[in-house]
């Protein structure tokens, strides 16, 4: 149990004294330190009170050392988005971080791709992952890079590197925000989201390329979701053969128009 270790880190991390949170406790300071040193035992009350003091979860105190977790996951608690206080399903991220306990962003290439859809939760899995970094996105943040197949998402090319920023709240998605999507039945794509979790309960998945159709899935098949932030090819994406025939034929029609006007001026 890591309530003594977490209050004593929350309490530190927020800048706070044990006369601080013990007055907004109404309890003595020495009764803080107690359950700091874990000597003394909390009862319900106290787990519920040091909870609201903190707005993170019971659970949460008890059950995450919080000390290792990175920056990213901290913030991301500080702003409320405990999964235990959302009654959701969604996880604890298993990340990795550098000396410094900043976020990695790891590589999932196309031969590891399988190996994630069972093994994301694991943090020993994840660890094994390579790793690098791009200095210009947030660390405040997670992030993690995928390698895509197939060219359902053309002008991004095949083989290319996706990196997503990892997504604690799905309804919050906004539709047409490109995401790469984890389920352990269609493995990782990356898609169109049309976000219907309210209406339905599903996520409705769109291709950039037309051929490729439309599909649902159930929201409680989902495992991950990463909102795209940017991707990496060795290839020069197709160009745009639709928009420029469509441009093509404006130009030929200003032609057939400005000869046109010629005409009826003589």
Known sequence: ?????????????KGRT???????????????????????????GVLIAFSDYFKIAIDTLVKIDLAKLPESQLIQLERGYDVFIKGSNIRILATTVDSENEDNIELVNEKAKAGYTSGFADPEY????????????????????????????????????????????????????????????????????????????????????????????DVKEVKEIWKFVNFISSEMPEPNTEKEDIAKEVRELRKDIKSIQMKLKI
């Open 126 to 217: 994840i660890k094994i992952l390579p790793t690098f970094k791009l200095p210009f996105l947030s660390k405040e943040r997670k992030y993690r890079t995928f390698q895509i197949s197939g060219d359902s998402m053309l002008p991004i090319p095949d083989k290319s590197w996706v990196t997503g920023e990892y997504i604690e709240n799905w309804r919050y998605l906004k539709d047409g925000q490109p995401c790469i999507v984890i389920t352990l039945d269609e493995g990782i794509v990356f898609k169109i989201v049309e976000n219907k979790i309210e209406k339905d309960g599903t996520l409705k998945l769109h291709s950039l390329n037309k051929l490729y159709e439309p599909y649902e899935i």
């Open 18 to 44: 044990q006369d601080d949170v013990a007055f907004a406790l109404n309890m003595k300071r020495s009764t803080l330190s107690g359950y700091e040193n874990n000597v003394a035992k909390p009862g319900v």
């Open 1 to 13: 149990m890591y309530f003594s270790s977490n209050i004593k880190f929350l309490r530190k991390r």
